[in-house]
């Protein structure tokens, strides 16, 4: 049967989103492949499938471009309320999430960050602010979790940084046992910063909303960062505020591009 789905972006992190809420959808890493490839697929960073909540309006699975499943996706979070046409409660290996429609977008609770080494997780007991590790010029990160393990390097500049290069030496180095995502960011001011991310599963991206998250967190936690602060990704620009509670919330636009049918 055809796959019926929809193709979405929030700043250029693009996604195959399908609405799997009224009938089951089977999806798996090989299925998940074939329908990235830009190639020969559809194209995307990352495949979403919205199926039914129990406790929740909707729940969500992501799977990578490469075919791994990960627990948390901030662009494709905002993502949901727009296609659903509402503010949604959202089920995720990472917890339930909350997602208000807000303009273009969406702002999305993403819950609490964690710093311990055994959250991260890392392969045994260390420092996580920052880790006394280093791969080429990129030294001592600050690690946390966001739903999906991150690290955080800040650096003077981030277009200087050979991110492809070091990106993969990292992301599967053996000291974190998931693989971790990569974010190098600059502090322009206490309210503003740049980034860039190596994406765990999908490489170099024009935006990430977990790594965004995870840099504001990691730069709050060093005390380099106000209570709320604009962040401009090569894609667009992400607002993020810290809750009450110390959540994290996250503002930024979501598009909905086309809908289609693949026989994938």
Sequence with gaps: ??????????????????????APVAMDADRARA??????????????????????????RIWNSDGSEV????????????????????????????????GDGATVDMGQPRFQW????????????????????????VAVNVGNPHLVFFVPDVDAVPLEALGPDIE?????????????????????????????????????????????AAGRKLGLLAPSCRLDLPGGTLHLAEGPDGQLLMSGPATHVFAGEAAL
């Excluded at 049967?1 to 009224?22: C, I, P, T």
């Excluded at 901030?74 to 208000?100: K, M, Q």
């Design 172 to 216: 599967y180095d053996l000291v974190f046992p998931e693989r971790t995502n990569v974010n190098i960011a600059h502090v322009l001011a206490p309210d503003h910063l740049v980034m860039r991310t190596w994406e765990r599963g999908a490489g170099l991206t024009r935006a990430c909303g977990t790594g965004a998250c995870a840099t504001f």
């Design 71 to 102: 627990a948390a996706c901030g662009n494709a979070t905002r993502c949901v309320p727009v296609l659903v046409g509402r503010d949604v409660s959202i089920r995720t290996a990472a917890g339930v999430l909350h997602a208000a429609r807000e």
């Design 35 to 60: 329908i990235a490839d830009r190639h020969t697929g559809i194209g995307c960073d990352q495949i979403i499938l919205i199926g039914p909540g129990d406790d929740t309006d909707v729940s969500m």
């Design 1 to 22: 049967m055809a796959l019926r789905f929809h193709k979405m972006h929030g700043l250029g992190n693009d996604f195959v989103v399908v609405d799997a809420r009224e």
């Design 118 to 141: 055994n959250e991260i997780p890392i392969a045994y007991a260390m420092d996580t602010q920052p880790l006394p590790l280093a791969w080429g010029e990129l030294a001592n990160p």
